[in-house]
């Protein structure tokens, strides 16, 4: 059974960083390309990176590039997201999602909520 478990969300002040964790079980980790999505107040599912199975491609959408870096541990089985000059609109549940890097993958986890506010 896929679990994967989001870590790591808070309240911030804008200008701040958080690192989120996501802990993968269930699927060969090592070999399934990964995504990270979120879900602000109001609004619907929105993808915003996601990188190969061995780490050495990323993408990013607009909205957080140059802001945020996605990585892994193939070793941890873990997924990371570190997000530095937060701003407001950045306040939703993140998931982490596998499978798929270019959108949301076949499955998420519960999410971990990041507000942003001062």
């Known amino acids: 059974e896929v679990q994967l478990v989001e870590s790591g969300g808070g309240l911030v002040q804008p200008g701040g960083s958080l690192r989120l964790s996501c802990a993968a079980s269930?699927?060969?980790?090592?070999?399934?390309?990964m995504s990270w999505v979120r879900q602000a107040p109001g609004k619907g599912l929105e993808y915003i990176s996601g990188?190969?199975?061995?780490?050495?491609?990323?993408h990013y959408e607009d909205s957080v590039k140059g802001r945020f870096t996605i990585s892994r541990d193939n070793i941890k089985n873990t997924l990371y997201l570190q997000m530095n000059s937060l701003k407001p609109e950045d306040t939703a549940i993140y998931y982490c999602?596998?499978?798929?890097?270019?959108?949301?993958?076949?499955?998420r986890g519960q999410g971990t909520q990041v507000t942003v506010s001062s």
């Open positions: 999602s596998e499978g798929n890097m270019w959108k949301l993958g076949d499955s």
């Open positions: 990188i190969n199975s061995y780490g050495a491609i990323t």
């Open positions: 269930g699927f060969p980790f090592r070999d399934t390309p």
